[in-house]
Nanobody, 128 residues
Framework: QVYLVESGGGLVQAGGSLRLSCQAS????????MGWFRQAPGKEREFVAA???????YYADSVKGRFTISRDNAKNTVYLQMNSLKPEDTAVYYC??????????????????????WGQGTQVTVSS
């Protein structure tokens, strides 16, 4: 079993920044990727960013150039630095983790079924 604890959400004005953290614990020896998804009220959950534990990052077009995903392998922690935030970034942000190998191209990292474990979510609210 793997447990994910997210932190760093909050309220920020448009143009501001926040950094989300997600720390994994438990059976973390086979982590192959971690990612962030978000869900706004009345909308489906959508991909934000992902990082392969061996290297390589993926971003949704809507956040490219504004968000940066990074990891600390020793701490089993992934970060999402969010800059130039917009009101449309308001959502609950979920951390996701993949244990075991990933098959297929980079596209699979943007797909929710790729991930075995999910965090409880952290609210990000961007005011205009």
């Amino acid at each position: 079993q793997v447990y994910l604890v997210e932190s760093g959400g909050g309220l920020v004005q448009a143009g501001g920044s926040l950094r989300l953290s997600c720390q994994a614990s438990g059976r973390t020896s086979s982590i192959s990727a971690m990612g962030w998804f978000r869900q706004a009220p009345g909308k489906e959950r959508e991909f934000v960013a992902a990082i392969r534990w061996s290297g390589g990052t993926y971003y949704a077009d809507s956040v490219k150039g504004r968000f940066t995903i990074s990891r600390d392998n020793a701490k089993n922690t992934v970060y999402l630095q969010m800059n130039s935030l917009k009101p449309e970034d308001t959502a609950v942000y979920y951390c996701a983790l993949r244990v075991g190998p990933v098959y297929g191209g980079g596209y699979v990292y943007s797909q929710a079924p790729t991930y075995n474990y999910w965090g409880q979510g952290t609210q990000v609210t961007v005011s205009s």
